[in-house]
């Protein structure tokens, strides 16, 4: 799998959005050759502090995003797999919008913590759901090298003929750029587990799969 992604800090917000290409397959379930799959997201937040140039801490929130947007887009030829084990009759193209609010959080130890509330419409799906979107980033020191854990949870509610979904991938990586460039965050290699429970809104669709990660920042 390559990822691309890019976050941005502005005046306004901040604006994170990534493409993955891969080639998913089902594991132990249907043919094994499942071709090209393409995922991204779009994500654009707005900051009420920002915008305002006020303060709105209280208690453990730094600041409130009034409104964070996603649009998740993308094919996937390995849902063939999954609509031939369970019946089902998923579109391969992906397309849904989110629609809410995100409060960032100032946690003891971490470099970000972020909470977004969604609501969140597949287009190919009737009706609309809920989806509540937790991001996290720890740094930390370990016999002189620096480290980082961080990764994102996603749970969101049922929706038409999909069931609620669990989507998780915690990630361990080690800063490898001071090394290697004399600038540290420029290259990180790591180690990531990525954990679907109803993966695509399949009932009993489960995976787990662990990922070594190398990752250059430029």
């Not at 306004?12 to 493409?19: I, P």
């Not at 290409?21 to 799959?37: A, C, K, V, Y």
């Not at 959080?105 to 977004?116: E, K, Q, R, T």
């Not at 020191?141 to 980082?148: I, P, Q, S, V, Y």
Request: aromatic share 16%; glycine share 12%; net charge negative.
């Amino acid at each position: 799998m390559i990822t691309l992604e890019h976050f941005q800090d502005n005046a306004w917000g901040d604006l994170f959005f990534f493409t993955d290409f891969t080639n998913l397959t089902t594991e132990g379930r249907g043919h094994p050759e499942t071709g090209f799959d393409l995922y991204g997201e779009v994500n654009p937040r707005l900051s009420l502090g920002k915008l305002t140039g006020k303060s709105y801490r209280f208690g453990p929130v730094k600041d409130i995003y009034f409104y964070s947007g996603m649009l998740e887009f993308g094919t996937s030829d390995s849902l063939a797999n999954i609509n031939r084990t369970f019946g089902t009759h998923l579109d391969k193209t992906q397309l849904r919008q989110l629609h809410g609010m995100a409060l960032e959080l100032d946690l003891p130890g971490f470099a970000y913590s972020s909470i977004n509330f969604f609501w969140r419409d597949d287009f190919d799906i009737s009706g609309s759901t809920w989806q509540i979107t937790y991001v996290w980033g720890i740094p930390f020191r370990l016999a002189g090298c620096d480290f980082m854990f961080r990764g994102f949870a996603d749970y969101n509610g049922a929706e038409g003929e999909l069931a609620e979904s669990f989507h998780t991938s915690p990630q361990l990586m080690m800063d490898l750029g001071a090394k290697v460039f004399g600038k540290k965050s420029k290259l990180w290699i790591g180690t990531e587990v990525d954990i679907w429970v109803n993966e695509y809104g399949v009932r009993g669709q489960h995976d787990v799969v662990p990922q070594a990660v190398l990752e250059f920042e430029f």
